[in-house]
């Protein structure tokens, strides 16, 4: 079956303008991580959305980062006035959730952001 | 979730075995240990993970040491495709699973020459 998909693959954008990034979890999957990765880096947690309750943001650098997440399904980061320290490789993961459910999360491609 | 230490690199023959350590000697009884591995540009992917007993699957197998303060990734026959960085992580179980995110750390980067 289709796995995680993200869009776009790639984005260049200039300092001070925003992005959105967007990411389609695999059917039926509740779960929905958002990570990126920095040239060198860890991957770095960012915001987990868990059906109907209210997102875990703990992991968002600032007030700058946002996400949603429309129906329990697609999700969409948005980075307002891009900096160049958020260039990075965004990742968004899901997982099937309830009891006897499964942890494993499934990654998606990422998108890299380049901002100039 | 508890901290685990594993080496920075590795390097290995293709078509021998492989085994990445990792170490968890803070891990409390209810963490499962998950190994995912990352592929040069790509996102992480699930590899194996376990509780208390060996696990084996068609990737891999997960040796966990008896008091379960270290545990071991075995690659029976590495290849070209299995040079990667792998993560070892633990996570607090939940009715046989866990939610929450992964906390990553550097990993261990395994390179495999021909």
């Known amino acids: 079956g289709a796995g995680v998909s993200q869009s776009p693959s790639n984005k260049v954008t200039e300092k001070g303008k925003d992005v959105e990034l967007r990411c389609d979890p695999i059917?039926?999957?509740?779960?929905l991580y958002w990570y990126r990765q920095s040239l060198g880096q860890g991957l770095e947690f960012l915001i987990y959305?868990?059906?109907?309750?209210?997102?875990?943001k703990s992991g968002l650098p600032s007030d700058r980062f946002s996400a949603e997440r429309t129906g329990g399904s697609v999700s969409t980061l948005t980075i307002q006035r891009t900096q160049q320290e958020d260039s990075a490789v965004y990742l968004c993961?899901?997982?099937?959730?309830?009891?006897?459910?499964?942890?494993?999360?499934?990654f998606g491609p990422g998108t890299r952001l380049t901002v100039l | 979730d508890a901290k685990t230490t594993q080496p920075n690199s590795m390097e290995s023959n293709e078509e021998e075995p492989v085994h990445l350590p990792c170490n968890h000697s803070?891990?409390?009884?209810?963490?499962?240990i998950h190994w995912y591995r990352q592929l040069p540009s790509q996102g992480p992917e699930y590899v194996i993970h376990?509780?208390?007993s060996n696990v084996n699957n068609r990737m891999a197998s997960l040796a966990i040491a008896e008091d379960r303060k270290s545990s071991t990734l075995i690659l029976h026959r590495a290849t070209l495709r299995d040079a990667a960085v792998y993560y070892c992580?633990?996570?607090?179980?939940?009715?046989?699973?866990?939610?929450?995110?992964?906390?990553f750390g550097k990993g261990t980067k395994l390179s495999v020459k021909p």
């Open positions: 993961a899901s997982s099937s959730s309830g009891q006897g459910y499964s942890s494993t999360q499934y």
């Open positions: 059917s039926g999957h509740t779960a």
């Open positions: 959305f868990q059906g109907n309750s209210a997102p875990d």
């Open positions: 803070t891990i409390s009884g209810t963490d499962y």
């Open positions: 376990g509780l208390t």
């Open positions: 992580i633990l996570r607090k179980g939940n009715y046989g699973g866990s939610q929450g995110n992964l906390i």
